[in-house]
């Protein structure tokens, strides 16, 4: 029975030529293997990516595609959004977020450079999860809307300080490497 191996590590240029020797050092590679999957055969895989320097996570697959589309694909999402948005601005406004793109911007947008052909594949192979993920992003931005709106910056300091939290998580975790 086939089953899939994810490596979660990478950098936005695709292809065999972006490839280097330590790209699956202390990353994560999740396996995704079915019910009825022979352990030996599931075993022969992780060891495979233990020895490429990965650390290995057994996954239900469903349990996979929603744990990905909120660290990986609406980040990706978010980006192609913001670089779009940016794109149709007035000629003389989109020269400015260019030329005034300060590491913020930089930073946030730079997976937006990833191979778009794998991306929407990505999304089209993955929509359900992606789409549950995305509603529920949307209901939190109309949240931190109406604060806004409202002037409610008790809302927004507790939203900032449990998400500083959560970066500090990923941080310790590791998870703060290049690829």
């Not at 939190?140 to 809307?145: A, N, P």
Request: glycine share 6%.
């Amino acid at each position: 029975m086939l089953f899939r191996s994810h490596p979660v590590a990478g950098t936005e240029p695709s292809g065999p030529a972006s490839g280097f020797t330590t790209l699956f050092e202390g990353r994560w590679c999740l396996l995704t293997p079915p019910p009825g999957t022979d352990d030996d055969a599931v075993e022969k895989v992780a060891e495979l990516w233990r020895r490429c320097g990965s650390m290995v996570e057994r996954m239900e697959p469903a349990h996979h595609d929603r744990v990905l589309a909120i660290v990986s694909h609406l980040p990706h999402l978010i980006a192609f959004t913001i670089c779009g948005t940016a794109d149709d601005l007035a000629d003389e406004s989109r020269q400015e977020v260019v030329n005034f793109a300060a590491s913020g911007f930089r930073d946030f947008t730079r997976i937006a450079a990833s191979d778009p052909t794998m991306w929407r594949d990505v999304f089209m192979n993955n929509r359900e999860a992606v789409l549950e993920v995305l509603q529920r992003f949307q209901e939190d931005l109309f949240y931190l809307q109406r604060a806004i709106r409202w002037g409610d910056g008790e809302t927004l300091r507790e939203l900032f300080t449990r998400t500083r939290r959560i970066r500090r998580e990923i941080l310790d975790a590791g998870q703060d490497k290049k690829n």
